[in-house]
């Protein structure tokens, strides 16, 4: 069965794809731990509506967005590790309707949810996307790159399907400097999972829900995460204008002024525990990527 995908899938995907579920599905060869717990945890059909009603909704991270994407009116737009559909559902009401809005999981649960919301959704590992190079408009990776065992192999991959002119945004990753790396930070970031399932914030309601909300991210401790070179080093070479924005979640279109907003009380503290100022450029708790393929 042909969806609206099929044009933009490479001709040796489409003689393995498997339409199940209503989802273009294809296989996923390489099944890691943080693999199946995505699948598992954003497929569950609680806890995956749970996080779609709570997380990615505020609105910093929507302003935020809007001034860095702007309209996504009669665009392509890929959204790589869209889980339930978080992204579109919180911009929906003003960045309009695209000409076609890819959604690209691990998880069919997940998939499935997003579909509701005008998600084409695709079943297949953003570590080797079965999608034609040089198509969307834009390609958008929020709070997904820490989920993937390679994080360089997923960025160069969702890289790869930008047309010149085209735009790639990343946000809500971990920035490896926001912590010194030492056993203050570790025993400090351990500590915050009791808290966090005493107080039922969302995905810590429950000990099996923190187990596998926890075993989804593969790259999300003291000493791990994004830097400003690893973006750099794989969007360069490759044609893209990096422009960079190390935040706190709390800062909406400022961003694009050099805004990043303060850290948070608790998250503060900690950092100063382990050596880092929360207040600095390095001690900013994500970063955001926003990078522009240039036209040959």
């Given at each position: ?21 209503n989802?273009l599905?294809f ?5 890691s ?21 709570m ?6 991270f ?8 702007g ?26 309707v695209p ?13 499935a ?7 084409v959704p695709?079943l ?8 034609k190079?040089?198509f969307a ?7 997904a790159l820490?989920?993937?065992?390679d ?7 969702a890289?790869?399907?930008v047309?010149?002119?085209g ?31 005493f107080?039922?914030?969302?995905g810590?309601?429950?000990?099996e ?20 070179a ?8 490759i ?12 800062v909406?279109?400022?961003?694009l ?8 009380w608790?998250?503060?503290?900690a ?12 001690g ?9 393929k240039?036209?040959k």
């Amino acid at each position: 069965m042909l969806t609206p995908a099929a044009s933009y899938v490479l001709p040796n995907y489409l003689k393995i794809a498997k339409w199940r579920d209503n989802i273009l599905s294809f296989p996923i060869q390489n099944s890691s731990r943080s693999l199946i717990a995505n699948s598992y945890y954003f497929g569950h059909p609680v806890w995956a509506r749970n996080y779609l009603a709570m997380v990615h909704r505020d609105h910093n991270f929507q302003e935020r967005w809007l001034a860095v994407t702007g309209s996504w009116q009669d665009k392509i737009v890929v959204d790589i590790g869209c889980a339930p559909g978080n992204v579109y559902a919180s911009l929906r009401d003003r960045v309009g309707v695209p000409k076609l809005l890819l959604g690209v999981d691990v998880s069919r649960g997940g998939l499935a949810i997003a579909q509701e919301l005008g998600y084409v959704p695709i079943l297949a590992d953003a570590q080797k996307l079965p999608l034609k190079s040089n198509f969307a408009d834009l390609v958008v990776l929020n709070a997904a790159l820490h989920h993937c065992d390679d994080m360089a192999k997923m960025l160069a991959e969702a890289a790869r399907i930008v047309r010149p002119g085209g735009l790639l945004v990343t946000d809500q990753d971990l920035q490896e400097t926001m912590w010194c790396n030492n056993w203050i930070a570790h025993t400090v970031w351990n500590l915050r999972l009791p808290i966090y399932r005493f107080l039922k914030r969302g995905g810590h309601s429950t000990n099996e829900e923190q187990h596998w909300c926890q075993a989804t991210e593969a790259h999300h401790v003291p000493g791990d995460g994004v830097t400003e070179a690893f973006f750099r080093e794989i969007l360069k070479p490759i044609g893209f204008e990096v422009n960079l924005y190390p935040h706190n979640l709390n800062v909406g279109a400022e961003i694009l002024r050099g805004e990043r907003g303060k850290q948070s009380w608790n998250i503060g503290l900690a950092q100063r525990l382990s050596g880092r100022d929360p207040n600095s450029i390095e001690g900013a708790l994500v970063m955001m990527c926003v990078a522009r393929k240039l036209q040959k």
